[in-house]
């Protein structure tokens, strides 16, 4: 068991406070698969250590700063080239929540290019917590703090797969943003461009967000749905409820247009995707009085769509309702949905999980969105990570044995898919 009295987060400045595991065996040295509870080798002390590492950092979104310094402390060692660069600092509209800071590293020239995509961010943890959220503490056979799952655990059980990676075997990369919590304007966008611009584009990628649902390795996203934000305004004119025909209310016209939106059935689903569903999520005017119509009638609605759709299509699918009733809307397209079909990186995955955990891992694409939908324009994606009972909740906690587990995933995928 690790020490608990851990020291301030690493910056470049301070150099290095942690110190590095005891070595003994390496992973790959096991001639039988790594089942939960087994003794701690080499690189499972390491993902333990580099979890608290990245999780002793304060990094509400947009993250900067000293976890990136952290992060590349972890993989420089490891010979690789780490970039970072911030994004978004010019940018003078506050809700795309820049500046954001960004990272790529790469290894290996030649070969298949494999990557690895994360976020360095987190959620505000908010009052109430067993522990400081920012000062990871073992108890029992978990580790508490912000991060913990989603997702620096994940980061973490990835680079310590590296250490028993070789360089030779092809080319690997981490990108790794401070900007998937929130807006994500200028984060894993930034990083495709950066990208595109260095020429330097992955075969492969899998994301680490916790997937996992009752257990780890249950679950794999090889798809999210798409989403889209969309704001009716309703003009009229204020009056005296006494004198009706002096004034317009508009909330008729507004409840008129929101009951043939919510007479829409977009479709049924798909053979990998639940049906899309439109919600009402917000009715506003603003009226404080008890005798007046009011001048102006507003409502939101949140669509989650499959693939039958775009988000264009759907916009305009609902501007065709709310302008001839009278209303207009403004949009705003998050991401489309994307679907990765079975082939080569999920029938890989659902093997070596198979063969570490024990279970197959279902091909889901439910719950919200990722930063896998920007990814996927790239190359083949598909999400899978450590188990998401508990985050974004007060004391979110990881399982060291599943810390464990799946870094020897992680490492029996990363040396399959290069050598392939």
């Known amino acids: 068991m690790l020490d608990k009295s851990y020291p301030a987060c690493h910056s470049r400045e301070s150099g290095n406070p942690w110190p590095e595991p005891s070595v003994q065996t390496s992973l790959s040295d096991h001639g039988s698969p790594i089942k939960p509870g087994m003794t701690q080798t080499m690189t499972e002390s390491l993902a333990l250590t580099y979890a608290q590492r990245l999780m002793a950092c304060e990094s509400i979104s947009p993250a900067r700063g000293s976890v990136f310094d952290t992060m590349e402390a972890m993989l420089a060692p490891l010979g690789f080239t780490v970039e970072r660069f911030i994004a978004g600092a010019d940018d003078p509209n506050p809700a795309h929540g820049g500046p954001v800071e960004n990272l790529f590293a790469i290894r290996g020239k030649g070969g298949r290019h494999f990557a690895f995509a994360g976020h360095l961010d987190v959620v505000p943890p908010g009052d109430g917590w067993a522990s400081e959220p920012f000062e990871p503490e073992i108890r029992g056979d978990l580790l508490y703090g912000r991060g913990a799952v989603d997702m620096k655990g994940s980061i973490a059980a990835f680079v310590a797969a590296l250490h028993d990676i070789p360089e030779d075997a ?11 919590e929130g807006p994500a304007i200028h984060g894993t966008r930034a990083l495709i461009d950066h990208m595109k611009a260095r020429g330097t584009m992955p075969d492969l990628c899998l994301v680490g967000e916790p997937t996992s649902v009752n257990q780890l390795g249950d679950m794999m996203k090889v798809g999210r749905r798409g989403s889209v934000n969309i704001w009716i305004t309703v003009e009229g004119t204020q009056g005296h409820v006494a004198y009706p025909h002096l004034a317009d209310n508009p909330i008729p016209r507004l409840v008129a247009i ?19 569903n439109i919600e009402i999520t917000e009715l506003h005017t603003g009226n404080p009085a008890t005798n007046v119509i009011p ?6 609605l949140s669509i989650r769509f499959n693939d039958l759709h775009s988000g264009e299509s759907l916009v305009e699918l609902i501007r065709g309702i709310v302008e001839p009733g009278g209303g207009t809307l403004k949009a705003m397209i998050s991401g489309e949905a994307f679907l990765t079909p079975p082939g080569e990186l999920s029938e890989t995955l659902t093997a070596i999980v198979e063969e570490v955990a024990g279970i197959a891992p279902e091909a889901s694409t439910t719950g919200g969105t990722s930063d896998a939908r920007f990814l996927s324009k790239l190359c083949p994606v598909v999400e899978f990570g450590l188990c998401n009972a508990t985050m974004h909740k007060l004391d979110e906690a990881v399982a060291i044995a599943d810390l464990d587990a799946l870094t020897e995933i992680y490492r029996r995928v990363t040396l399959r898919l290069l050598a392939r």
Not at 170 to 180: A, C, Q
Not at 259 to 270: C, F, H, M, P, S
Request: no cysteine; glycine share 8%; net charge negative.
């Open 258 to 276: 929101l009951a043939q939106i919510k007479a829409v059935v977009l479709d049924q689903g798909t053979e990998f995707f639940q049906p899309s």
């Open 295 to 300: 001048a102006k009638a507003l409502a939101r």
């Open 170 to 180: 092809g080319t690997v990369s981490l990108i790794i943003t401070g900007d998937e």
